[in-house]
């Protein structure tokens, strides 16, 4: 048995033995926890229901030295065919809430689901969340895309992130990093956290650009790949029969759109301002609405939206999209970058095998 094998082991038994009813989950299936539906098995899912448990999972997964990749909704992720070797986290259960109706200031964990938080914000009168009905995904997922619709986005009501910055190497090699260089070895993609640095940070607008925050782990930011664990807002006062109007309308236009009619990951392209027109509209434009490969397509009914049209797998989504972009590259020299993000090992793709 693998070392690696060992240690999950460990801190499955560690977990259960510390709370019987822990929920972690073994080699398990990832598609139903995404909305493409599609993806192979982690090693280890953790789904901590509230703080204390999470912070405890990250406790020991520092301990062993097992780094941690983190999935909200799974509304933006395509997760490869293979899986993804590792321990994947999931906040969803976290969902403590405080509303402070003086100053109109939401405190939320990240688990919450946006439509759910959304209707709760609307019930206390306050606007800011309500662009967001509708919309998949978790609040740590939004705050981490900088979600937007609506013209609403998340850089405008976000104030603070409880979050704890992303250890690029594990401690034990972090100790020797100085005289061994053994830090450098250390894969960069790995993300171990420490509880004891759970911390929030202010964030102001000029932190934020379009469909980009500092948690990126490419941002090159101090917040690069840190875990969002809670998140402050600053809403506004509307009365909430006008928002309620707003947000049913919003709710609408997505289902006319058929953004439910299958699975998806939502717009699986960023817009370009300077392509002038939206991605979709030039996608369209093309005449490839429609175009399959395998069980993807692209949705017969919108050009920036592929579709799990039935027993896709994450690698024929992932060659539809590189299909399109080839395309539109040829044929108008844009360049198109893709929204949706990949988890997981994707070498054999990326190798074109
Ligand atoms: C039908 C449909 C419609 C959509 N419409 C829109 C739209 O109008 N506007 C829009 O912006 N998006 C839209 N999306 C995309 C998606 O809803 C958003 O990007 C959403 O914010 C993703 O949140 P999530 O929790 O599902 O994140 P996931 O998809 O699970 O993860 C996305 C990334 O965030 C990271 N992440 C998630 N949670 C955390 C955390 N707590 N801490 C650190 N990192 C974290 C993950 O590691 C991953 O890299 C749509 C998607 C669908 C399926």
Redesign the pocket.
Known sequence: MSRQKQKFIELYQCLRQETPDYPVFPDISLAPF??FAVGGNADLLLLPRHRRELLRALELCEQLELPL?????????LVSDIGIRGVVLS?CGLQDIGWNSRDFLLEAE?GWD?SQISGYSVRQSAAGLHHFYG????????????????EGEMSEIVRRVL?IPRQSVPPAREAHADQGGQAEQADKAESFYRPSELRWVELGLGDWHY?YSH?RPDSGHALAG????AVELRLREQSQSGLEREMHSFLED?IVKG??RAP????FFKNDRAFGAPTGQIIDGLGLKGLRHGGAQLAPWHGN?IINAGRASAGEIWQLSCRIREEVRQRTGFELEP?V?R?GDWQLWDSGH
């Open positions: 995404t909305t990749i983190v999935l909200g909704g799974g509304a933006n992720v906040l990240a946006m919309m998949p995904g978790s609040l740590g997922g939004a705050v981490y895309m900088n979600a937007r619709c609506y979050c469909k948690f840190a875990l969002i664990v997505r953004h439910f998806c990951g939502g717009s939206i929204e993000q988890l």
